[in-house]
């Protein structure tokens, strides 16, 4: 049997048939534990995709500004 943490990956990114999902939903509707970790997950899951673009946008504007600010000797 699936962990939490399993089915939770598989419901947010998703790979649940419809009536999986349907159950699923049933069972985080009535299971407020199961609620809090879904909703855990999902803001990791925000997380680490706002990570990875600030990172992106970290190089973008140091390249930037190196090309801006540089002197000529």
């Given at each position: 049997m699936e962990n939490n943490i399993e089915r939770i990956d598989r419901?947010?990114?998703?790979q649940m048939d419809?009536?999986?999902?349907?159950?699923?939903?049933?069972?985080?509707?009535?299971?407020p534990l199961l609620e809090e970790e879904l909703a855990l997950q999902?803001?990791?899951?925000?997380?680490?995709?706002?990570?990875?673009q600030r990172d992106v946008l970290k190089q973008?504007?140091?390249?930037?500004s190196n090309d801006y600010f540089k002197t000529t000797e």
């Open positions: 419901y947010l990114s998703g419809q009536e999986e999902k349907k159950a699923f939903d049933a069972e985080i509707a009535a299971n999902k803001d990791m899951a925000n997380f680490l995709k706002r990570k990875d973008q504007l140091h390249d930037i």
